[in-house]
C-alpha cells in the first residue's frame, strides 16, 4: 500500500469514527474461516478464549477482526492501533499503548493491526497516516487520534472513553470492580498496610520496595512507597528546619528538610521553590540529591496538579 502522509490531523481521523460499518468486513471473515480446517478453527478458538480470559493486547488481523474486535468491543472498548514496521512514531506510541492496556486490568483491550498485511482493515477506516488510534465500542468507532502522542494524554483520552461508555458496555465496570478486589486481596499489599498501621516504617518500604522489585511498573506499590517515605520525614521533621535553612542558604541537606516541613505544613509552592533554587545555587551530587528529591515530591501529588506541572518547568529551565 501507499504510505501514508504522516502530516495528516488528527482532526480528519477523529472525523471518521463513529461514520465507519464494521460490518464490511464480517462476510470477507466468515468465508475465510469457512475455509479453514476444523483443527484450525478448534486452535483460533482457544487462544481467542485465552485472550478473553487475561490478556488485554492482541494482534489482529482481517480473518480474526470481526471476533477480536467488533464482538468484544459489545462488552468493553477495544483500542485499534494502526501500524507499520517503517512508521518510527508508531514505535513510540505503541508500547505506551501497551502499558495503558495492561494498567487497564481488561477495562478496555488493544488490537494491534498490522496495515501493510491487513490493507483492507485500513481502507474500511478510510485511514491516511499512521499511527492512527481508533476507540471502538459497541462496533462502532466512537473516537480517534493520529501521531504519537504523550502517555500522559493518551491517558486522559482512554479516561474519557470509558468515562462516556461505563453505562453503555458492561465488561468495564466489572474489570474495574474486579481489579480493585484483587488489590484490596493482595498479601503484600496487606503486609504493607498492616506495618503502616504499626508505625513500622522501615518494615512498610521494605514491602512496597519488594512489589516493586518483583514488578517495576506497580504504580500503585511506587505511589505508596514515595507516601511512606515522606510521611517518615515529616514526623520526625527538625521544627527549626526553615530557620537553619534560611541560615545556611549552602547547604542541600538543609534546604531538602525545610522543603519537607513546608510541604508537611501545606506551604507546597514555597517547597518547590526553595529547591528549585537550591538546584541552580548547586552543582555535582549534591545538585543531583536536590534534583531527586524533588522528583520524589512532584509523585506525592496527584496528576496533573498545576504546581507540580509548573514547578517541573521550572526544573528544566534552572537544569539547562
Known amino acids: 500500500m501507499t504510505r501514508p502522509d504522516p502530516r495528516q490531523n488528527a482532526a480528519e481521523s477523529a472525523a471518521m469514527a463513529g461514520a465507519v460499518d464494521l460490518s464490511a468486513l464480517k462476510n470477507k471473515t466468515t468465508e475465510s474461516s469457512r475455509g479453514a480446517s476444523t483443527q484450525r478453527g478448534s486452535a483460533q478458538g482457544g487462544a481467542a478464549q485465552a485472550n478473553a480470559g487475561g490478556s488485554w493486547v492482541v494482534d489482529v ?36 499503548l501497551e502499558r495503558l492496556a495492561a494498567e487497564g486490568g481488561g477495562s478496555w483491550v488493544l488490537a494491534k493491526i498490522d496495515v501493510e498485511a491487513n490493507q483492507r482493515i485500513a481502507q474500511l477506516f478510510g485511514v491516511q ?99 511512606v517515605r515522606f510521611t517518615e520525614r515529616a ?33 507546597v509552592q514555597a517547597a518547590f521553590d526553595r529547591l528549585i533554587g537550591t538546584v541552580k545555587r548547586t552543582s555535582g551530587e549534591d545538585r543531583d540529591s536536590v534534583r531527586r528529591h524533588l522528583i520524589e515530591m512532584f509523585e506525592l501529588f496527584p496528576e496533573g496538579d498545576e504546581r507540580v506541572a509548573t514547578a517541573r518547568r521550572s526544573l528544566a529551565s534552572a537544569l539547562f
Open 235 to 267: 514526623e520526625n521533621a527538625d521544627p527549626t528546619a526553615i530557620e537553619r535553612a534560611e541560615a545556611a542558604p549552602e547547604d542541600p541537606d538543609a534546604q531538602i528538610a525545610a522543603a519537607d516541613a513546608e510541604v508537611a505544613a501545606q506551604r
Open 61 to 96: 488481523t482481517e480473518s480474526t477482526f470481526q471476533s477480536e474486535v467488533v464482538e468484544r468491543s459489545m462488552q468493553v472498548p477495544v483500542v485499534v492501533d494502526l501500524w507499520a514496521d517503517w512508521c518510527e512514531p508508531c514505535k513510540q506510541l505503541s508500547p505506551a
Open 129 to 227: 497516516s499512521i499511527p492512527t488510534v481508533i476507540a471502538v465500542a459497541g462496533g462502532q468507532p466512537v473516537e480517534a487520534f493520529a501521531g504519537a502522542q504523550p502517555e500522559a494524554q493518551i491517558r486522559e483520552w482512554i479516561t474519557s472513553v470509558l468515562d462516556a461508555q461505563r453505562d453503555q458496555l458492561p465488561g468495564i465496570r466489572a474489570a474495574e470492580e474486579s481489579a480493585g478486589a484483587s488489590e484490596e486481596e493482595d498479601p503484600r499489599f496487606t503486609a504493607a498496610e498492616d506495618a503502616l498501621e504499626r508505625g513500622d516504617y522501615a518494615e512498610a518500604a521494605s514491602a512496597y520496595q519488594r512489589i516493586l522489585d518483583a514488578e517495576p511498573d506497580n504504580e500503585q506499590a511506587r505511589a505508596a512507597l514515595t507516601q
